[in-house]
């Protein structure tokens, strides 16, 4: 079923684009995927590229993010922003390593050999996953990393989303690594993780490193002290053959390396989802504060 959906939304999204493509070697299509992050990185790209190059920029936006890898594979886009982590395990199906260096150096290695696509260098932000516990609850219980969490995990009720079931880094591998046991597991695809968590619906929530919400909220991040979860830290991939190209395009992507630091990256999605500012305004002035554009 995963395997029709990706060709299914590809066939869509070819024939989208066929209807308004510019010229082949004058045009870059950036993708992005669905959530704000992505949003703004997705406009970071574009703006990057229309300020320093006369190509014509198409962005196609809200992309699933098991279909986004598939398109660039197929040409449908060209660019877009990605996550180690993902590549690691999803694209490439590996495991056996957690070590941020390591998995960015066979990632990039095997896009390369396999795919014909270049990462470049780390964007500075690593948007893992991440267990929290209200504060009151890492302090009734002395909560600070998972091992801790194990000790008392059956007194609580997780919450996840779907995305976490399906995963080499998802929920069974991690109670199996941690000897977990939950009293109850309640997985939702709805957003409203921090309501719950904080309404003691649920006590243990799953949640993401870079959410706008961790400056909103008095919540524990606890610790993943055996380092299950890979690293996702974001990275621009392209396809070599865009860059062969327009070789100016390698300079202008290596702008952003280390432009992204964890703090940062929650303070743009912040501005975008409780500021209510654009993606496009918040890449914007990002890109201008930094003297990129």
Do not use: W
């Not at 270049?118 to 932000?125: I, N």
């Not at 996840?160 to 690594?177: A, Q, V």
């Not at 799953?206 to 606890?222: A, G, K, N, R």
Request: hydrophobic letters at 40%.
């Amino acid at each position: 079923m995963r395997a029709l959906l990706i060709v299914l939304s590809l066939i869509f999204l070819i024939g989208m684009l066929s209807g308004c493509v510019q010229p082949q070697n004058k045009t870059i299509t950036v993708g992005s995927m669905d959530y704000t992050e992505q949003q703004i990185l997705g406009e970071i790209l574009v703006q990057l590229i229309e300020a320093h190059t006369d190509l014509n920029v198409s962005h196609v936006e809200n992309m699933l993010t098991y279909v986004i890898f598939a398109a660039i594979d197929t040409g449908v886009v060209d660019v877009y922003a990605e996550y180690t982590g993902t590549i690691y395990s999803d694209v490439l199906g590996l495991s056996g390593t957690n070590d941020a260096t390591e998995v960015y150096n066979i990632s990039k290695s095997l896009l390369a050999e396999n795919y014909n696509i270049r990462m470049f260098g780390k964007l500075g932000f690593n948007n893992s996953f991440g267990l929290a516990v209200r504060r009151d609850t890492a302090e009734r219980y002395g909560l600070r990393t998972y091992s801790d969490l194990a000790s008392v995990s059956s007194n609580m009720i997780f919450r996840g989303g779907s995305i976490l079931m399906n995963r080499n880094d998802g929920l069974n591998n991690l109670k199996e690594l941690y000897n977990m046991t939950f009293k109850e597991e309640v997985i939702r695809t709805d957003d409203d993780r921090y309501t719950t968590l904080l309404n003691d619906e649920v006590q243990v929530a799953e949640i993401f490193t870079t959410d706008s919400m961790l400056l909103v909220h008095d919540v524990v991040v606890l610790e993943d002290d055996k380092n299950f979860f890979p690293p996702y830290h974001g990275v621009v991939i392209a396809r070599n053959e865009i860059l062969d190209l327009h070789p100016d395009l390698v300079g202008i992507f290596n702008l952003l390396e280390g432009r992204l630091p964890d703090d940062i990256m929650i303070s743009l999605i912040y501005r975008a989802e409780i500021g209510r500012e654009s993606p496009r305004d918040v890449a914007e002035s990002f890109l201008k504060e930094n003297g990129l554009i």
